[in-house]
């Protein structure tokens, strides 16, 4: 047996990663795809193979160079894209006297390649292509002598009473006769040449195959499902002892704020979450596979409790998490892991919380044209006094109720893209002044109290730096959310975000006051404005 390889393609559809990358490298479970179907030909028999290749030719070539795979691979470098006809006749010295195997480079399959060679040198016919049931690609016609009767886009056979419609596998077996009918040189369509055989009566032997797994690459929802199809039941055995091989279901989940698409896979009584990230360099197919904490975060529970008895006594939990988080996950942190800078500092306050709330909130979602240069003084004098009175350790940075989820009477923190060094007080903020479940202000004095009490006694920090510090931070956070939900609700065209401002902008003029009621008048004067 001898193969051919169709890897010559754009990948259009998987743009703008194909510009550096060819579809046929992009990994399936850590293996480039082009290897699987290379690694599936030699186990079917397959004594030779030829790849073909025009878009990103260097990176193919160099790749097989690399690599040994137990068998003579040969390059066939198309300057100009010959089309699969083309392709097969610019191999006609490359043939020997048997039937040729011909795949395309972008499928993942389990199909038994074999067992089709055989099947074609047994029933005689020139071409066999490999069908199969695959709703909505059924695009061609089948007899029910298992014979070609028709593409659906060049012709409809006359009887389809006895025919049924099935879509292309990609794969297909044919004899050495079929060359004198490809043009000579240039593109060539090989559906084209099928068809004229049809025209003239010559069959074309359809394959059907069944419970059989199957998956194109064609765009970037199919080549998810490809990865996880090939890393799901991995991670399923990895993570739960007692997994038994089940099929896994994908459901998807809606998200916040973030744009990764979220799934939950379930697999008999076993459940994981899945973030797909999309196509990245620097994941095998973008996809993370996480812990499945249920669907009850905080917000949910603050909502769901009566009595504020047990929020608080939740809450204080909550916060001793958040002082283990400063005190036990700082130890060997490793700031290169951060995003954005390697701690909260003053750049990023400036940056990605005062300039933030003046673009994407007061300009981008009120349209007030506000200048950042009015308020410069301002906001660096507020992100000195944040640093000067934090008390540094590791921060969570977004350290909110949605992020805190709940199951089992026990909480866990989610969401850490944010963490680096940085004030404590800014996660006490950030969870204390939560518009999400926006507690009473009796309430958070007392959480508060209880946090300074905690520090006091862990940290071995004065309650008046602490709270100096909280006071700070609360300013910051607020504009952060702020800047957040502006942009969310402006930009990200995520309308469910609007209705937390209300009550992001009503605090505001109180935390710039318990900060600093004389050091930020401007920034108070376009708090009281914005009140709703």
Known sequence: MKALILAAGFGTRLAPHTRTIPKALFPVAGIPVLERMITNLKQAGCTGLAVNAHHLAHRIQSYLAENDFGLPVTLSHEPEILGTGGAIRHLADYWDDGPLMVVNADIVTDINLAKVYRRHRMHGAQVTLVMHDRAPFNQVWVDDQDRIAGFERFSNPADHGRHRKM??????????????????????????????????????????????????????????????????????????PDYQAAAIQCRRLTGDGSDRGWFRLTAGRHRLILADHGITTTLPGGLVFLEDLGDCHLQQMVQQTS???????????????????????????????????????????????????????????????????????????LARCTIDHGVTGLIHRDFQSRNIMVQDDRHYLIDFQGARTGPIQYDLAALLIDPYANLNRNLRQRLLDYAVEQAAGRLKVTPAQFIRGYRFCAVTRNLQMLGAFGFLSRVKQKSAFEKWIPAAATMLPGHIRAADPQAFPKLTAIAKKIGF
């Open 307 to 381: 009595g504020t008895s047990r929020i608080e006594t939740l809450y204080r939990k909550v916060i001793d998490t958040l002082l283990d988080l400063t005190i036990k996950a700082a130890d060997g942190f490793d700031p290169d892991w951060t995003c954005q800078s390697r701690a909260y500092d003053i750049s990023l306050i400036l940056d990605k919380e005062c300039r933030y709330f003046v673009d994407a909130f007061l300009n981008g979602y009120l349209e007030l044209a506000v200048a950042y240069d009015d308020l410069e003084l301002e906001f660096e004098h």
């Open 167 to 240: 879509a292309f596998t990609g794969i297909h077996v044919m004899d050495a006769g079929i060359l004198r009918r490809i043009p000579g040189n240039g593109f060539s369509d090989i559906i084209f040449v099928y068809r004229q055989m049809l025209d003239e009566g010559v069959p074309i032997h359809a394959h059907v195959v069944q419970n059989h797994y199957w998956q194109d690459m064609g765009s970037p929802d199919r080549y998810r499902d490809a990865v996880v199809d090939a890393m799901a039941p991995g991670v399923f055995q990895s993570a739960f």
